[in-house]
């Protein structure tokens, strides 16, 4: 009998050390507010033929932080100093928190970058000029940028919500989590300040997807 129970004991063991190693922890990306302009936008808010001027590179291949702030102005308030990410899009994104939605007086619209339809006005102001743009205003949903062989290890399909875990003092589970797959990214969870304040998480954590 002690023999039986020794050798169940080494069988849950490996079975225990094999799932683990197949459990991927995934870093975690915290953003804060921040655009994305078109080149015509830019060049309304810092002159004609204006370029970005890059600050330092971002984590996913190809997008930088710029050295170029401006100011958002909403029906309430403004906010300044917000800063601009490159490189230039077709359409401007303003991408804010849901507290900053309060201040400025807007509706928080919660969606994936790109999907603009029917969001909120605001107006942006440079040292140049001032554009009033009739959507754009979002509030970032949280997701997951990976390739495509990322999504095919974790068992996950571009555009599957899923659900991300926490393992630390204040943790625990996020919901409604869409993952983004394309070989143009690179392996992160996306969240923006306020979400991971609420965590307790920063930029050296690490999630993992619960299904």
């Known amino acids: 009998m002690d023999n039986c129970e020794a050798v169940l004991k080494l069988l849950l063991e490996a079975v225990k050390s094999k799932e683990d190693s197949t459990v991927l922890q995934i870093p975690v990306g915290v953003s804060n507010r921040h655009i994305h302009l078109s080149q015509k936008d830019l060049e309304s808010l810092f002159g004609k033929e204006y370029k970005l001027t890059k600050l330092k590179d971002l984590s996913q291949p190809g997008q930088y932080a710029c050295k170029e702030i401006i100011t958002i102005c909403g029906p309430k308030g403004a906010i300044e100093k917000v800063r601009i990410l490159g490189p230039v899009r077709s359409k401007t994104q ?12 807007t509706v928080p619209h919660v969606r994936l970058s790109g999907d603009l339809n029917r969001t909120s006005e605001v107006t942006l102001v440079g040292p140049k000029g001032s554009v009033q743009i009739e ?5 970032a949903q949280r997701h997951i940028h ?14 599957d919500n899923v659900s991300i875990k926490f393992d630390n003092l204040r943790g625990g589970t996020y919901s409604n989590v869409v993952i983004r797959a394309n070989d143009d ?18 930029s050296k954590s690490k999630i993992v997807i619960v299904k």
């Open 94 to 105: 303003v991408e804010v928190l849901i507290g900053d939605c309060i201040k400025l007086g």
């Open 135 to 139: 959507e754009g205003l979002v509030v």
């Open 146 to 159: 990976m390739t495509l062989d990322d999504a095919k290890n974790l068992g996950v399909c571009d555009g």
């Open 185 to 202: 990214s690179k392996l992160e969870c996306h969240l923006d300040i306020e979400e991971s304040n609420a965590m307790g998480i920063n």
